[in-house]
């Protein structure tokens, strides 16, 4: 094998492992974000010792660009889709020893990581076993009037089909305790993941909790955005068995 | 004419098929003997092209030929929707394997990071 094994701290050079959380691991599903994903790693790394890239078949070097910041990346053959990623970054997670929570996080740049932080001292100090991002429960988030309405119908889907009564659906930043995560098994491949992880976790009946986040579009993440014509594939991908 | 009613329902049949079900044996043999008697009734119909006339008069269709056209048809939409419903089955056991193969390559190479870290050479 041409690969050698990443370091076993990773972590970029010289940077200290003191106070930094020892029991949360970040997972990262990443696919084609060369010029963002860096960054983004770097910044959780300041605040969390376990950051997890699940590579789904970059071709512009993610992986390496992953890898030099500092993650533990994972790779996938070939691209298998947001949710195949998502599914295999949550399943190596949530087998390391000393595991507590794990964080689903973009790679694009459009989650903060402060309300990563908050979104875990919400978890701790209510108990609970699962923290949704929401960018609804506060007017900070401004996405455009269409994008607002696909994602409310994807919220009143969700609510319908998953009994959970949260303000936000397909919101990527996801805090989930171990013992939750043991409930997830995405089937769905691409988008819908998204909709079936809200249901699984529901599921579990565990205490969930929402989180005001705020999600920012920058140009960068507005142009790789979900089309609205895609929103017609995750309904379909999610009603076919 | 009632053969409008059984095309309906033909038709809502396979949405629910497509919505609901997942691939079991049962299917399977459901399927396999379909298929049968699809052979069957086409050998009977080239040897007797009478009895499809008929069958299609039976069931409020003028010609023969009508019938066999709507017939394929549906016949033609559960050919894809039941390749729709495989390619489906394949992909996700297709994921699975490739998601096995990533996770064992990471679980080596913490293996071996862990055991050079006790053993540094």
């Known amino acids: ?241 | 004419m009632w053969f409008q009613l059984l095309l309906v329902l033909a038709l809502v049949a396979i949405a629910a098929y497509l919505l609901r079900s997942t691939p079991n044996a049962k299917h399977l043999a459901i399927r396999r003997l379909v298929v049968f008697l699809g052979l069957a009734a086409g050998i009977v119909v080239v040897v007797a092209p009478g009895v499809l006339t008929s069958m299609a008069r039976a069931v409020g269709i003028g010609r023969g030929a009508d019938l066999l056209f709507y017939t394929a048809i549906v016949a033609g939409l559960v050919y894809v929707v039941n390749e729709y419903k495989r390619s489906v089955q394949l992909a996700r056991a297709n994921t699975q394997l490739a998601r096995e193969l990533a996770l064992t390559e990471a679980r080596l190479q913490d293996r071996i990071a862990e055991l050079e870290r006790k053993e540094p050479s």
Not at chain 1, 71 to 98: D, F, K, M, W
Not at chain 1, 155 to 172: E, F, I, R
Request: hydrophobic share 45%.
């Open chain 1, 1 to 241: 094998m041409a690969r050698m094994p990443t370091a076993p701290e990773p972590g970029p050079a010289g940077a200290s492992t003191v106070g930094r959380e020892p029991t949360v691991w970040v997972v990262i599903p990443l696919f084609n974000e060369a010029t963002v994903v860096g960054r983004v790693i770097e910044e959780l790394l300041t605040t969390f010792q376990h950051v997890v890239c699940v590579d789904d078949g970059s071709t512009d070097g993610s992986a390496e660009v992953a890898e030099a910041a500092g993650a533990r990346v994972i790779r996938h053959p070939y691209n298998l889709g947001q949710g195949a990623a998502l599914q295999t970054g949550i399943s190596y997670a949530r087998e390391q020893p000393g595991a507590e929570y794990i964080i689903t996080f973009d790679a694009d740049g459009q989650h903060r990581l402060v309300d990563a932080q908050a979104m875990v001292a919400l978890a701790r100090a209510e108990k609970a076993a699962i923290v949704f991002g929401s960018r609804f429960l506060d007017d900070r988030t401004k996405p455009g009037a269409l994008k607002r309405l696909v994602l409310k119908t994807a919220v009143l889907v969700t609510n319908l089909t998953t009994g959970l009564t949260l303000t936000d659906a397909h919101n990527g930043l996801r805090v989930i305790r171990t013992d939750a995560a043991r409930a997830v098994n995405l089937k769905q491949d691409r988008m819908a993941h998204a909709t079936e992880i809200v249901l699984q976790l529901g599921r579990t009946r565990l205490p969930y909790r929402e989180f005001p986040v705020e999600v920012l579009y920058t140009d960068y993440s507005r142009a790789k955005g979900q089309s609205l014509l895609n929103s017609i594939n995750i309904l379909v991908d999610l009603v076919i068995n």
